[in-house]
């Protein structure tokens, strides 16, 4: 772990307070000890709730590396990943992540993650959001038109 890397992360964090863009979040992305990409939240900037520091910092590492895999990178962020931010840090194989402040910094913020944490928990038909598996579609045909696709790559 390289400890100036964490630091940048949180300046990229307090930066962004000033600049009126997002939340107070930073994050930074290495491979091989090397800078990749970097990014504060941009939800604001944006208009996207998505636009979270660490999902913007994939984007620019996956676009310079040219691969969604970014297996051997390492993540140092401002704070503890909120649950998307870890789902995005799983699917890009990211070896490790460093952070600095954890859920409970940010809940005292005012990022309250709880009831994701909690939601995520339960079972499909126990959530506060309304989520209906409709039958009778031919979503079965897609899936194995990709099965049988040869040159399909797997991520």
Not at 10 to 32: E, H, M, T, W, Y
Request: hydrophobic share 40%.
């Amino acid at each position: 772990m390289q400890i100036t890397f964490l630091h940048r992360a949180i300046q990229l964090a307090s930066d962004n307070i000033d600049s009126g863009k997002g939340g107070p979040f930073g994050a930074v992305i290495v491979k091989n000890n090397e800078m990749i990409a970097e990014s504060a939240n941009r939800v604001l900037a944006h208009s996207d709730p998505t636009a979270h520091a660490e999902v913007e910092a994939i984007r620019s590492a996956g676009e310079a590396l040219g691969t969604f895999d970014l297996s051997g990178c390492t993540l140092y962020a401002s704070c503890e990943p909120c649950p998307m931010c870890l789902g995005a840090i799983y699917w890009a194989r990211i070896s490790a992540v460093y952070f600095a402040g954890d859920r409970k910094d940010a809940e005292s913020a005012g990022f309250d993650d709880k009831l994701i944490y909690d939601e995520i928990a339960l079972p499909v038909e126990q959530r506060r959001l309304s989520m209906i598996k409709v039958s009778g579609t031919d979503v079965g045909t897609v899936f194995q038109r990709w099965r049988e696709k040869g040159d399909r790559q797997l991520y």
